[in-house]
């Protein structure tokens, strides 16, 4: 209440006070409790021989005294903090107290926790995130794996089909050019007995144009096989 804030609560207000703070927020993981008025001094502290003490304001409680909250982990070193060295590295935390929206900080209220805990916590989610991102890159790994794989096993197949396509095309050039052998011995053949029949007239023409279609084909196949 402010009237907690104007003089250190007596023994009785100090025990209420107490078995509220029991209640609603102590717990394994807080180390400390402090509530501190304006000028520094230590109005409640589950270490009652605290209580009543008056300190230097320091950096994080003159904030809080300022309507901001503050925190710090570290291990408590400065004037106030003497019964704290022995805990450890803690967080401290300091948020003011109001009574009304708009009026100035009355106080402060400050809670150490035990940073142990809450180290091995974020370890675990180090440890947790790190897995996930060696699981993630694990999967990237095997899917560009398979996917260099798919691609690979698709050329070496386009290349076996071009190579039996080639094939059958150099199979194909054989046979026509063995088909054109034959037409052009055919022909020949024809000219050659033409040639030793005496021929006139029309008859010599079409001599003629067998002796130069018998030229052509070979002028063809010559042109095929260079």
Do not use: C
């Not at 509220?20 to 230590?42: E, H, L, N, Y």
């Not at 560009?144 to 059958?168: D, G, M, P």
């Not at 007239?201 to 067998?210: I, N």
Request: net charge positive; no cysteine; hydrophobic share 40%.
């Amino acid at each position: 209440t402010p009237a907690d804030f104007e003089a250190v609560p007596d023994a009785v207000r100090q025990q209420e006070i107490g078995r509220f703070v029991q209640r609603t927020i102590v717990s394994p993981a807080v180390a400390r409790i402090k509530v501190w008025d304006r000028s520094g001094r230590v109005l409640y502290s589950n270490d009652s021989s605290q209580v009543g003490q008056q300190f230097p304001i320091k950096d994080e409680l003159a904030q809080a005294l300022s309507g901001g909250v503050a925190s710090e982990i570290s291990v408590p070193k400065s004037a106030d903090n003497e019964r704290e060295r022995s805990l450890g590295t803690l967080i401290e935390v300091y948020v003011p107290v109001r009574f009304a929206p708009q009026e100035q900080p009355r106080g402060s209220f400050e809670i150490y926790r035990y940073y142990a805990p809450v180290a091995e916590r974020i370890s675990e989610l180090r440890g947790a995130v790190y897995l996930g991102l060696a699981v993630a890159f694990a999967a990237l790994y095997l899917a560009l794996l398979a996917l260099v794989w798919n691609a690979w096993r698709t050329i070496k197949r386009q290349r076996r089909t071009i190579e039996r396509r080639a094939n059958e095309l150099r199979a194909l050039n054989a046979l026509l050019e063995q088909r054109l052998n034959l037409v052009v011995r055919d022909i020949q053949d024809v000219v050659d007995e033409a040639a030793h029949k005496p021929m006139e007239g029309p008859q010599e023409a079409v001599k003629q144009e067998y002796a130069n279609l018998v030229t052509s084909l070979q002028v063809l196949l010559q042109s095929r096989k260079v």
